[in-house]
């Protein structure tokens, strides 16, 4: 009998599912280095104890390079920032309100949302993270929210600036507890901070609006029709990073991310 004959594979089958699946975060902005420092390492944190591994992905990277890499990658996090999506990309004129756009942001979130329709990786965007999106998908915005009652640009020293109607029968909704966010009327009620000028207009292709602003109307949520795709894909327009420790909510975006991640497989 051959005793130096290699255990079975299994062993090296049980090694890989025990790596963390890996998650794409672009880095905010390719203008504030400043900005990134402070911002970053929050997503990357909630990302990390939600169970998965964050991947920093340089904006001013080549293309190809910046393909390479969200092919070992099995979601993505797009992440607020300081710019905003140029207008031009949905036939709109700019608003004096409306900041400088930041092409290689965009251009790096084009790349990873194109990698995650094509292989089905989940994606979570955050505040310009779900405008970056819903543009992708063909979609619109609201370019300055100043002249609304609701104060929607509080920002990060507010840590409930007001709530959001999420509809009940949502992939959202179904994230939320009873505690955090009560039901009445088919509909959960969240508290939430927020930090934003902007917000969706018409939802993008496939897209369909789950939270909105009860004082306002404006859109707080979007996410895939299951109709449209099976793809986990959600949009939020507060910063859940800041609010892991607090809130229920937040920790069940990433977390249900992170395992939606593990149920998918690099793309190289």
């Not at 990658?73 to 207008?87: F, H, N, T």
């Not at 990309?89 to 949302?113: N, Q």
């Not at 292709?205 to 895939?224: F, I, K, Q, S």
């Amino acid at each position: 009998m051959n005793r130096n004959r290699q255990r079975p594979t299994v062993f090296h089958y049980h090694r890989i599912r025990a790596m963390k699946p890996r998650i794409a975060i672009p880095v905010p902005t390719s203008t504030d280095i400043s900005y990134n420092q402070r911002s970053w390492p929050a997503y990357a944190d909630a990302v990390t104890r939600s169970g998965g591994e964050p991947v920093q992905i340089d904006i001013s990277l080549p293309a190809a390079q910046i393909k390479q890499l969200a092919a070992t990658c099995q979601g993505v996090v797009l992440p607020g920032s300081p710019a905003d999506v140029d207008p031009v990309r949905y036939g709109a004129e700019r608003d004096p309100a409306t900041s400088p756009a930041d092409p290689a942001r965009e251009a790096t979130d084009t790349l990873l949302l194109e990698d995650a329709a094509a292989h089905t990786k989940p994606v979570l965007g955050i505040c310009f993270g779900v405008q970056s999106l819903n543009v992708w998908r063909g979609g619109s915005l609201v370019q300055d929210l100043s002249p609304l009652p609701v104060n929607h640009s509080a920002g990060k020293n507010v840590a409930v600036a007001h709530a959001a109607l999420v509809a009940g029968n949502s992939l959202l909704g179904s994230l939320l507890e009873p505690s955090e966010a009560p039901e009445a009327d088919g509909y959960r009620r969240l508290p939430m901070n927020t930090s934003h000028h902007q917000s969706v207009s018409i939802p993008g292709e496939g897209l369909r609006v789950v939270a909105r602003c009860p004082d306002d109307g404006v859109v707080e949520a979007v996410e895939n029709d299951p109709a449209f795709s099976s793809q986990f894909l959600i949009g939020v327009q507060w910063h859940p990073e800041r609010s892991y420790d607090i809130s229920a909510a937040s920790r069940a975006l990433f977390q249900r991310l992170v395992v939606e991640a593990e149920k998918s497989v690099p793309s190289k």
